[in-house]
């Protein structure tokens, strides 16, 4: 039972190009995404996280959309670099004093030179 | 400042031995999380501790599994008797509790084989 979903494993761009990474969750309680990378051999790594009382969180060249209503997150990343290359981690968490993040299983991100 | 440090990094064994997995997390954080990652199932918190005391294991598998937290720097989950099943790779990570949302670091991870 996937609270949070990632259901495409892959995705492959060109470097300069956008980076699109989705999201699903079913949980209505879940008010705090996050995106973590990981790269190989070693731990995630917090990259970008939204507040259910936002729809758009800005950092850089990423940005974070929240849809609450169609329980859907993104993570765009433009222009994409070789070194974004890494696997991509959706996680949410419901607030209240809870520390349990929920993660979906991830998103494997190659940008090509 | 270091990280949280995992040990050891990689571990083969032979099913039916007992596998100690160690963990020193960030210094002063507060929260220690385990992690299994796998590819069927991902990255599932198996159990998290707060002052060192256990929160919730509503995710630890089974009573094969124990963790413990004997005090603020230091933290092992156990798995005996181990199954071939339990390969997978293990992360710990440390959080301090700042506010709403906290983030949490993690180790590079155990990558346990069980034969």
């Known amino acids: 039972d996937q609270q949070v979903k990632q259901n495409s494993p892959s995705l492959s761009v060109q470097e300069g190009r956008i980076s699109i990474l989705n999201c699903d969750y079913t949980n209505s309680m879940f008010d705090y995404f996050l995106w973590y990378k990981k790269y190989p051999a070693e731990g995630p790594t917090f990259l970008i996280s939204?507040?259910?009382?936002?729809d758009k969180n800005e950092d850089g060249r990423f940005t974070v959309f929240l849809n609450k209503s169609a329980k859907h997150l993104s993570l765009h990343i433009v222009p994409s670099q070789p070194g974004d290359s890494a696997v991509y981690f959706c996680?949410?968490?419901?607030?209240?004093?809870?520390?349990?993040?929920?993660f979906g299983k991830g998103m494997k991100l190659t940008v090509n030179p | 400042d270091a990280g949280v440090i995992q040990s050891p990094r990689h571990e083969v064994t032979e099913m039916g031995q007992e596998v100690t997995l160690r963990c020193k997390p960030i210094s002063g954080h507060d929260y220690l999380f385990w992690y299994r990652q796998t590819m069927m199932r991902g990255l599932e918190l198996l159990i998290y501790?707060?002052?060192?005391?256990?929160?919730?294991d509503s995710g630890m598998p089974e009573d094969r599994f124990s963790a413990k937290m004997p005090n603020a720097s230091f933290s092992t989950l156990k798995i005996q008797p181990s199954e071939p099943r339990d390969s997978a790779v293990y992360f710990c990570?440390?959080?301090?509790?700042?506010?709403?949302?906290?983030?949490?670091?993690f180790g590079p991870g155990t990558r346990l084989t069980v034969l």
């Open positions: 501790f707060n002052n060192n005391v256990p929160i919730d």
């Open positions: 990570a440390s959080s301090l509790r700042r506010g709403p949302y906290n983030e949490q670091f």
């Open positions: 996680a949410a968490l419901t607030q209240g004093g809870s520390e349990k993040l929920v």
């Open positions: 939204i507040s259910s009382i936002k």
